[in-house]
């Protein structure tokens, strides 16, 4: 099986520049990327990610790039889905724990420095902090995220068929949109459309969803649509482990008032960012051109303007927003989802977000749906 999204002379050059010796991938995610092991909670069968608490998985990388898995030994399909020729299978986090120390001491680990995910579990940090007191720790984070930020053509295409079916689900329920409806049944809608819409798919990331001033992000209250209804439908589907992030508003009826004008700044808004961005571009320099932008169509406005990579996860790093602002410029092939809101009293966050391939001269837009507020 060939890697997925994992390049073994990327992952060397980037060990290489942060001066790391072995790095651990312990996370869902981080082991999925490095291995192929279908350990995420959206797995077709989770089990690996269920039962990580007994049978915990690792991948270890020395700077040559190589790589060493430690799996659950009862999953036998495990050849299946890696790549990586060396593994070896555990009962229990202590079979884990003597399989890590044992492969460090075969790569000649003593004084070495060694990343470290912070999510790694309390039991293994100590354990290796003890077994090896002549090391030096690092976080290892900022070596997954530069791997992961630059995305193979496999991974891209599957953010984008995943895209499609977040789309799928969104028209899904615009189209069955009507008084009466629950928020319960949106939801059952949009679950059913994701899995039944390709026989590869993973499931749902996310499933954002609002009714009037129901709050988006605790849908399946069974609040019922009611004429004048402003919607907002934010799936993110999972295809084959990638995720995409999508978001679209409906009016039921007719747009309240002050929400027209707010959406179609927000599209101005996002087609600005849009237009200024490929690879090179300094991405704190392009948010503040964006800030600037804003101040164009309305002098005064509570906003947000957010660009943030995905791909495992659907925030792996935020290029720009109110979250985080990075000053290092845009590369080829990273894949970023831009959203643009804006607050408009007494309806909430009215706005768009879609998901891009970074060019060398512009971008890619991997969604497809028309970006206007939807009228039922």
């Known amino acids: 099986m060939q890697p997925i999204g994992f390049s073994k002379e990327r ?10 010796d072995i790095l651990i991938a312990s996370t869902p995610e981080n082991v999925f990327y490095s291995s192929g092991l279908p350990t ?6 989770p089990i690996l990610y269920v039962l990580k608490n007994q049978y915990p998985y690792f991948v270890l990388i020395n700077k040559e790039g190589e790589e060493y898995l430690i799996h659950w030994d009862l999953y036998r399909s495990a050849n299946i889905f890696t790549w990586v020729p060396d593994s070896k299978g555990i009962l229990s986090p202590k079979d884990a724990l003597r399989s890590i120390m044992k492969q460090l001491k075969k790569w000649g680990i003593k004084e070495g420095k060694i990343g470290l995910e912070t999510l790694l579990p309390r039991y293994v940090a100590d354990y290796l902090y003890n ?10 984070d900022k070596a997954f995220i530069e791997m992961r930020l630059i995305k193979t053509e496999e991974e891209v295409q599957r953010i984008k068929k995943s895209t499609q079916i977040a789309e799928k689900a969104i028209m899904a329920c615009i189209n069955a949109s009507k008084e009466g409806i629950t928020d319960t049944k949106l939801l059952q809608i949009a679950r059913k459309t994701m899995v039944k819409a390709d026989p590869e798919v993973w499931g749902w990331d996310h499933l954002t969803l609002n009714i009037g001033n129901s709050d988006p992000e605790a849908p399946g209250q069974g609040i019922k649509m009611k004429k004048g209804d402003l919607s907002r439908f934010d799936f993110g589907a999972v295809y084959k482990g990638y995720v995409s992030d999508v978001s679209r508003q409906m009016a039921l009826g007719t747009v309240p008032s002050g929400v027209r004008e707010a959406m179609d700044s927000m599209i101005k808004m996002q087609e600005f960012a849009l237009n200024n961005m490929k690879a090179g571009v300094i991405a704190s320099e392009l948010n503040q051109k964006s800030v600037e932008y804003y101040k164009t169509l309305k002098e005064e406005g509570m906003h947000f303007v957010t660009c943030h990579h995905i791909g495992l996860e659907t925030e792996e790093l935020h290029m720009f927003g109110p979250v985080d602002t990075q000053k290092r410029p845009f590369e080829e092939n990273m894949v970023v989802d831009v959203e643009v809101w804006e607050h408009v009293p007494d309806w909430g966050l009215v706005g768009v977000e879609d998901c891009y391939r970074i060019t060398k001269t512009g971008v890619e837009q991997l969604s497809s749906l028309d970006k206007d507020i939807f009228i039922v």
């Open 131 to 140: 077994k090896f007191p002549e090391a030096t720790f690092e976080n290892g």
């Open 11 to 20: 992952c060397k050059k980037i060990m290489e520049e942060l001066n790391l």
């Open 40 to 45: 995420t909670v959206n797995a077709p069968n």
